[in-house]
């Protein structure tokens, strides 16, 4: 008995096969080199097919998938959302890996937060823990949540998703930190200040350092 794995992230994919004491075989990685839409799919079900031969020459039966990616799983369809995936607004990734499996696997597919989560409470340092959070830092920011042993999902399947200032693509200017910042200062420095004529404003000064004193003793 053993499981498939496959990391899809925005830049590639990860695979292998896992025992059930979480001892890994046939670790491989490959990368998008560009890829879009079906292009993804398609390699991941390339992936998926070589794993599983790989696993029937071995003699090690498989009797699950588990599959992450870099965004939303809708939970009611089956389909996902990846931002850092151009062409994967709705993409139905199950049933492109359905094309490559026996009916009789399961394919399980959440997003990469929660199943990063699974993975520390399975084998890592969340062990024995009934709630736990992990953060992850890759592509994008994520956080997999998981209180009194069942993993949070949320409205529109969307819990955890703390580095997404922006919901709908495409990506625009205006969401990167910086450049607000900039639209900002240039909007106040357009409007008159009070007492000042129309046209005029005054120079923004910069704010003296503060000096911060600590809140508590070691």
Known sequence: MATIALDIGGTKIASAIFLPDGSMLFNRKR??????????????????????????????????????????????????????????????????????????????????????????MWQGAAKDCHSAVFIAVGTGIGAGIIIDGHVLHGASDIIGATGWMALQPPYKEEYDPAAALNIMLRAMASEPECGMPSGQTRPIKPSPPETHQPHFRL
Do not use: F
């Not at 990846?82 to 399961?106: C, F, K, M, S």
């Open 31 to 120: 990368l998008l080199k560009g890829r879009t839409g079906h292009e993804v799919g398609k390699l991941a079900a390339e992936i998926l097919a070589k794993l599983l031969t790989i696993a029937h020459r071995s003699r090690i039966q498989i009797d699950g998938i588990g599959v992450c990616v870099p965004g939303i799983v809708y939970s009611q369809t089956g389909r996902v959302w990846a931002p850092n995936i151009p062409g994967w607004e709705n993409y139905p990734l199950q049933e492109v890996l359905r094309t490559v499996t026996a009916p009789d696997i399961d394919i399980y597919i959440d997003s990469d937060r929660t199943c990063y989560m699974y993975g520390e």
